[in-house]
């Protein structure tokens, strides 16, 4: 099993940047898919999340309006754009995939490495 994040970087404040969570191992379309991030000296926080059929969607309300979250069922790839950064936005992305019964998680779940998104001038 593999969630690989890519597309992080260095954004000036104001700039965009599209981060991409390819997924290899198990079944991508039919599991819940999150974006968290983890800034410097912060807890980790849910960024967004997209449901299995593409519905679903939730955002953290300080990226509302700014971030876009999507994904491809057929190249098991979810996506992150993301609008007029902000250096709030310095943090390492994390790609997140589980399935749901309800509110309950069921069977196993499963973490990317990260990758780094930088927001400065």
């Known amino acids: 099993v593999q969630l690989v994040e890519s597309g992080g970087g260095l954004a000036q404040p104001g700039g965009s940047l599209r981060l991409a969570c390819a997924a290899s191992?198990?079944?991508?379309?039919?599991?819940?898919m999150r974006w968290y991030r983890q800034g410097p000296g912060k807890e980790r926080e849910l960024v967004a999340g997209?449901?299995?059929?593409?519905?679903?969607?939730e955002y953290a309300d300080s990226v509302k309006g700014r971030f876009t979250i999507s994904r491809d069922n057929a190249k098991n790839t979810m996506y992150l754009q993301m609008n007029s950064l902000n250096p709030e936005d310095t943090a390492i992305y994390y790609c997140y995939a589980a399935r749901f019964l309800k509110s309950f998680r069921i069977g196993n779940d499963y973490w990317g490495q990260g990758t780094q998104v930088t927001v400065s001038s």
């Open positions: 191992g198990f079944a991508f379309s039919i599991y819940r």
């Open positions: 997209i449901d299995a059929d593409g519905g679903g969607l």
